[in-house]
């Protein structure tokens, strides 16, 4: 069956991806060589870089959130593949400063991979750099080692705290440790009720009958075991927030931030109804959404359903997700 897909060439969709980013804005973000999507106004020197890899198909992520306020940098692969090692030293040596850099790193092989490598390699020329993983899925169980824990759209707050730590002049170990608190206090789980095709050879990666869901479903649609029919918005909030909410082991009074981030093909009514499912079950158990987000942020192509994500919050992370930002996808004035 023939993709319907508004696209050229499948060999050039990564880079007419990233043209039509830094075109449609480019008072925020540029492209540099190596597929390197920076920002348009590089941020001081003497502030920590805050950088991270990942293959193209999931736009807006991860471009989409570089800019003041959030990343320095993607370095970016090709569809639903990781950058190679050689790219991302290039993108480390780029904002080699003595601030350092972060780099942020979701837990997929690949992309592990080459940060890595890159990184050794990096050291060795004296640049300055430190990795954080990002682990959020809770699909593998809630006692499963952090290694198994795939990582999610819960990059993208984590985007906002670390690089808002930034701007703000906090040195290297000061940014990490900001991020790796705020890193540790977030949960996600995906739900999908149809599969997605890969852009460049109309393959599927995955497919559910026409009355199945599954919840557990992984960023490129890798199954996640947790198969049913197809539920309500409420029963499946019900579902997802209980699990995220022993993962966090919330209780009464704590605070948390969440998102509903669309994975491609599911609207803002069906999202709305299930952030205000999430928000009434929060208001139960007397946890405060002290703000949340209803948007696609990670996108697996045409694949519909969303990931829910809760983040723990305390009075210095949500300062910094309030903070000032102004990227393609992500901008706040600031409280």
């Given amino acids: 069956m023939k993709m319907k897909k508004f696209i050229n060439a499948p060999e050039n969709l990564t880079a007419e991806v990233l043209d039509g980013l830094v075109a449609a804005y480019p008072q925020k973000v540029a492209l540099a060589e190596g597929k390197i999507v920076v920002r348009a106004k590089p941020k001081s020197e003497d502030k920590v870089a805050i950088l991270t890899l990942g293959g193209s198909g999931h736009e807006p992520a991860l471009s989409g959130f570089v800019g003041e306020g959030m990343l320095d940098a993607s370095v970016v692969g090709d569809i639903f593949a990781a950058p190679n090692a050689v790219a991302l030293l290039a993108g480390l040596r780029r904002f080699k400063r003595d601030a350092g850099i972060l780099l942020v790193v979701l837990n997929h092989a690949g992309d592990v991979m080459s940060a890595n490598m890159a990184m050794k390699m990096a050291q060795r020329e004296g640049i300055k750099v430190k990795s954080i993983l990002v682990s959020d899925?809770?699909?593998?169980?809630?006692?499963?080692?952090?290694?198994?824990?795939?990582?999610?759209?819960?990059?993208?707050?984590?985007?906002?705290?670390?690089?808002?730590?930034?701007?703000?002049?906090k040195n290297l170990d000061e940014v990490f440790a900001v991020a790796e608190k705020f890193n540790a206090g977030i949960a996600t789980l995906a739900v999908a009720m149809t599969g997605c095709t890969h852009p460049q050879n109309g393959q599927p990666i995955t497919e559910l009958g026409d009355d199945e869901m599954e919840i557990g479903m992984g960023q490129h649609g890798e199954g996640g075991g947790g198969r049913s029919a197809i539920l309500s918005a409420d029963k499946t909030a019900e579902i997802m927030f209980g699990n995220l909410a022993k993962a966090l082991s919330l209780k009464e009074g704590d605070r948390i931030f969440a998102v509903v981030n669309g994975v491609g093909a599911t609207t803002p009514m069906e999202m709305s109804i299930v952030f205000r499912a999430v928000k009434s079950l929060a208001r139960d158990r007397g946890v405060e959404v002290v703000g949340g987000i209803v948007?696609?942020?990670?996108?697996?192509?045409?694949?519909?359903?969303?990931?829910?994500?809760l983040c723990r919050v305390d009075d210095e992370t949500k300062k910094y997700l309030y903070a000032k930002s102004d990227t393609p996808y992500w901008t706040s004035l600031g409280d």
């Fill in 137 to 169: 899925d809770i699909s593998a169980g809630l006692d499963s080692p952090v290694a198994d824990r795939r990582g999610l759209a819960g990059c993208i707050p984590l985007f906002k705290v670390a690089g808002a730590a930034a701007e703000e002049g």
């Fill in 295 to 309: 948007d696609e942020l990670l996108t697996v192509q045409e694949m519909a359903g969303f990931q829910l994500i």
